[in-house]
């Protein structure tokens, strides 16, 4: 039965390859049949790794199961997310609360995965939004945005949002440096003013809460990206920086000037002392913090009004400089912490530090003069190697724990596997085409899962179907369990993923949760039992306390609103059955749906302009007799004395 | 008849499984169901085999018009059961010591061996009794009134034992840890009952 099924199977690749290769000719014409069951997960089956790509200028985190490339769920984190209610809902406005206001939207992009002991454990993903800045925690039991923590003092959150290895902090860099604090002046005295903003996050080991524990504030360079030292470095973070020239305009030419930046080596255990001992200059900020209770159903935001700044060189032997050729991008840790990668990206060449050489400079005080105060260490002092790939653009690498890393070039479109150690690159691989990120499940760890790489690409072009001008990212598998990575399937993504991260499914599965607990339910507008239903008046605000289970809301006949009213719908899905959500939808809602999930509480605002009767419904297919799941609501005139009164099969 | 006597105190102490392990047990899946759904029947209440169970099925069972599954207090079986089977372990054990004690012969370990069956099969009657009550019994108001190709109203008893296709539900109906040990709780006593009697014609 076996091989009749693995007949079958060939037959039908042949097919498909037979259909599709005249349309692109292109396409890898090696595509062999053991690709296909490679990424082949038979209806029924599961995926053997979760991948959360960020979604970029989506503002959301999207999950999908590796090989297959199918997505799961996009869960909403920065961005409205009609489909839902996120953003829309009384309860999760407040976790769009910024200092700026409510801000919907965000461009998200590193997202890393918590982690015990250098290795995944699986608890929460956090992500940066880039544009306002901002640090996200998503619980991984509901994959729901649980917490957002603004950053003060920073632009552009690039740099961010990466994990030390036992979740002690998640690190927040500032791309663009700003005036700290910010104040009316004139751009063109950015040198030597600005400053860049290095935020180290504390996340509370129980419950993950996220507090701002100190800002470093280095020279106003552009920190790209960074990584936290893990095993022998672990206490040290890494960040690239550009624009070491200060330029404040036409950075495309003026920032890349010299030959080599930097990257910012950190030591943050020493910081952590020192601020532990009373270090730091406590500065007024104005930033929020917003919080998700599962239990309440509801988003808390509160205003922070302080943050703790301290001056890099009032801590002596906290930070260095490495100097690593042009402009480097990605800046990337092995897993035995030995190696601190710079992908130079206008250059061939990777530039590989080494963590016990930088050590014995630092030991033998080699330096090559300062920046700010802060000594530059000397570029051979502490070259570990250079990796002469060939290639252009490198921009990201990722290691499989097996001695070898895969390195982008974003130029030449194409994935380099090279040796650490001996920097010999052993195979090359196009993508299709500019490849920004690559994700190895845990290749930001110490242990990583070395059987697949997802190359994220920016450019698409002729890999789909046309669809008009704007198309999907496309994403590349490959096998990268042998000698040779093997080129398995493409995928299209949503948004426009930058980095992603990845873990073995059962990591996850078994605490995914099915259902809120009703009885656990604390929202103050919560129904537990049909019979608590009710409708409550308020001056001009009515509160309707509605249930719903297959296939009726309680109450479904609403009288005694008036024109001119606030109705607050809150609804309570009392089912306690794994995947039988409810929605909630009343004509002119000026809002979005709410989709409400077995035990959960969500609120909708109606504010009704006409006098009539209006119906409401259940958006989702939740039983045979959906298309009964109805009511109406009536709206009088605004001087009208119709009485307040509701019903259910009255 | 010494030995015989230990299997008969031991026996009827298998019953008290009952008082933690379910009767009997029905499960209940579907496509949209691939975790199927379960009813565990102890002697003193229904209970689900996944904490909301009984909710999930009374929610599904409402669309054809059936009774919510009692409660422990809505069905006298419920309260008796336990009743009954705590004295049959009580008389069991007190006839297995007068027994190794040499004081009664072997017929009374028979004795409650065929009272106990007498017992467990008037149980299975009234169990039996409830289903077709829980399946027939339908609320004429009901959203779904399915029939039969015959035209006849379609029912819902659950089988007594064994596997029956009902909509879109598979019902698999079968004894329990419960059952099982009583089930070798009686045994052990017709092995007693046995030894006796073979020590008793030995001894003749």
């Known amino acids: 039965m076996k091989i009749y099924n693995h007949l079958i199977l060939t037959f039908g690749v042949a097919l498909m390859l037979f259909s599709c290769g005249q ?49 799961f769920k996009e869960i909403p984190v920065f961005s409205q997310f009609p489909t839902s209610g996120y953003g829309y809902s009384e309860e999760t406005v407040p976790m769009l609360n910024t200092s700026h206001g409510f801000v919907p939207w965000d461009d998200a992009h590193h997202p890393d995965i918590s982690q015990t002991n250098g290795e995944l454990d699986g608890r929460w993903i956090f992500i940066n939004g880039n544009n306002t800045p901002r640090i996200a925690r998503v619980d991984l039991s509901t994959f729901e945005t649980a917490e957002i923590i603004e950053v003060p003092n920073s632009a552009g959150n690039h740099s961010s949002s990466f994990i030390t290895e036992n979740t002690e902090y998640v690190v927040a860099g500032t791309r663009f440096s700003v005036p700290v604090p910010q104040r009316d002046m004139p751009i063109n005295e950015y040198k030597g003013n600005f400053k860049g903003a290095l935020t180290f996050i504390s996340v509370d080991p129980e419950h993950g809460h996220m507090a701002i524990k100190f800002q470093l504030l280095m020279p106003g360079f552009n920190y790209d990206l960074s990584h936290p030292g893990r095993g022998k470095s672990h206490g040290w973070f890494f960040f690239t920086t550009y624009n070491t020239e200060e330029a404040n ?33 406590k500065m007024p900020a104005n930033y929020a913090h917003n919080v998700y209770d599962e239990h309440s159903h509801t988003g808390t935001s509160t205003m922070r009004n302080e943050v703790l700044t301290v001056d890099p060189t009032k801590v002596p032997g906290a930070v260095y400089f490495l100097p690593t050729p042009k402009s480097p991008h990605g800046c990337d840790v092995d897993p035995t912490g030995q190696y601190i990668i710079g992908n130079g990206k206008l250059s061939a060449d990777l530039t590989v530090h080494s963590f016990d050489k930088m050590i014995a400079a630092i030991e033998g005080q080699k330096f090559d003069g300062e920046a700010y105060g ?13 990796v002469k790939s060939g290639g252009l653009g490198p921009l990201h690498t990722e290691f499989d724990g097996k001695g070898n890393a895969y390195t982008t070039f974003f130029i030449s479109s194409e994935v380099v596997k090279w040796q650490l150690g001996t ?13 920004g990120h690559l994700m190895i499940p845990g290749g930001n760890s110490r242990k990583p899962f070395g059987k697949y790489v997802v190359a994220m690409n920016k450019i698409t072009k002729d890999r789909y179907l046309p669809t008009g001008p ?13 000698d040779k990575m093997e080129l398995l399937y493409d995928f299209p993504t949503h948004g426009e993923p930058h980095y992603a991260a990845g873990c073995p499914a059962e990591l996850l599965t078994s605490n995914s949760k099915k259902i809120y607990r009703l009885d656990e339910n604390r929202h103050p507008y919560a129904v537990t039992s049909a019979d608590g239903s009710k409708v409550v008046r308020d001056g001009n605000e009515v509160h309707v306390y509605m249930s719903t289970i297959r296939s009726h809301f309680t109450p479904d006949n609403i009288e ?49 302009k006409q006098v009539g009767v209006w119906p409401f419904y259940c958006t989702d297919f939740c039983s045979a007799l959906h298309q009964e799941m109805q009511g109406y609501v009536r709206v009088s005139p605004a001087n009208s004395n119709t009485e307040l009164k509701w019903s259910l099969g009255e | 008849m010494k030995k015989a006597g230990i299997l008969m105190i031991l026996g009827p102490l298998f019953l008290l499984g009952l008082y933690v392990f379910p009767l009997w047990n029905i499960m209940l899946g579907a496509p949209q169901y691939p975790d199927p759904l379960g009813l565990n029947i102890h002697i003193n209440g229904l209970r689900g085999v996944s904490e909301f169970d009984i909710q999930n099925i009374d929610g599904l069972n409402h669309y054809i018009g059936m009774h919510t599954l009692p409660k422990a207090e809505e069905m006298w079986e419920f309260g008796t059961f336990p009743m009954v089977i705590g004295i049959m372990v009580g008389i069991g054990v007190l006839i297995g010591v007068l027994g190794y004690l040499g004081k009664v012969s072997y017929k009374w370990f028979l004795g409650w061996f065929l009272l106990m069956s007498i017992l467990g099969i008037l149980g299975m009657y009234d169990f039996n009794e409830w289903l077709v009550d829980y399946g027939t019994n339908l609320d004429p108001n009901a959203i779904m009134k399915l029939t039969n190709p015959d035209g006849s109203p379609m029912t819902y008893k659950p089988p007594l034992l064994g596997h029956v296709k009902m909509l879109n539900f598979d019902v698999t109906s079968l004894p329990s840890t419960g059952a099982w040990l009583m089930f070798m709780g009686m045994m052990l006593t017709l092995v007693a009952a046995f030894m006796g009697w073979k020590s008793t014609k030995n001894q003749n």
């Open chain 1, 374 to 386: 802060i000594p530059i260490l000397k570029f051979e002092d502490v070259l570990a190697g250079q």
């Open chain 1, 470 to 482: 704007e198309m999907e990212h496309s994403a590349q598998l490959y096998d990268i369990s042998g």
């Open chain 1, 423 to 435: 920097w010999e690159v052993i195979d090359r691989k196009p993508t299709y085409y500019s490849v």
């Open chain 1, 560 to 608: 005694g609103i008036k024109v001119g009213d606030k109705v607050y719908f809150h609804i309570t899905n009392h089912e306690q059955d794994f995947d039988v959500p409810h929605g909630f939808a009343i004509l002119g809602q000026n809002s979005s749906e709410l989709l409400v999930m077995p035990g959960q509480t969500k609120t909708s605002v109606w504010e009704p």
């Open chain 1, 249 to 281: 305009s036409l950075l495309e030419v003026n920032a890349s000037q010299n030959d080599k930046d930097f990257i910012a080596a950190i030591n943050w255990k020493k910081i952590e002392e020192y601020v532990n001992n009373g270090g730091g200059t």
């Open chain 1, 23 to 71: 349309q692109n000719q292109s396409s890898n014409g090696a595509l062999s049949s053991s690709a296909a069951e490679k990424v082949y997960v038979a209806p029924g089956e599961q995926d053997e790794y979760y991948a959360f790509l960020s979604g970029g200028y989506s503002g959301n985190l999207t999950v999908y199961g590796l090989p297959s490339g199918r997505m």
